[in-house]
């Protein structure tokens, strides 16, 4: 799957400094459960990621699979989502992170930045 680079401009020169080389993104949409569902596996280079819930019930997220009310960040209903990236929280952006929703399937949008290797051929 090829990954578009993000557009050029001033944004795109901040990040790649920000993070130390350039950038891309991408963007997935899985569907969480009432069972804990892998919304995303973990990628070491991956520098930031945002979650949006997109269902009409609430959301937990968290890096272990036994995410729930007790184990989990709350996504609420229908636009709750959650932030991240490696200068602020340090590995969290690169982990798995699992996701169970609570009273019926949700869709989760899932968009992560993810830090280019020139030399990994991941362009």
């Known amino acids: 799957m090829s990954i578009p680079l993000v557009h050029e401009g001033a944004a795109r020169e ?11 993104e991408n ?16 990628n070491g280079d991956r520098v930031a990621l945002v979650m949006v819930n ?5 959301v937990y997220v968290a890096t272990a699979s036994n ?4 184990n989990g960040i709350l996504l609420a209903a229908s636009g709750g989502s959650v932030t991240m990236d490696v ?3 340090f590995t969290l952006p690169s982990r798995r992170w699992y996701g169970l ?11 992560e930045v993810i830090r280019v290797s020139l030399g990994s051929g991941k362009m």
């Open 14 to 24: 901040y990040a790649a400094r920000l993070f130390g080389g350039p950038i891309t």
């Open 67 to 70: 995410v729930g009310s007790t």
């Open 54 to 58: 997109q269902g009409a019930n609430p």
């Open 27 to 42: 963007e997935t949409n899985p569907t969480c459960l009432t069972t804990a569902t892998v919304l995303i596996d973990g």
């Open 101 to 111: 929703a609570t009273g019926g399937t949700s869709a989760v949008y899932v968009l």
């Open 87 to 89: 200068t602020r929280d």
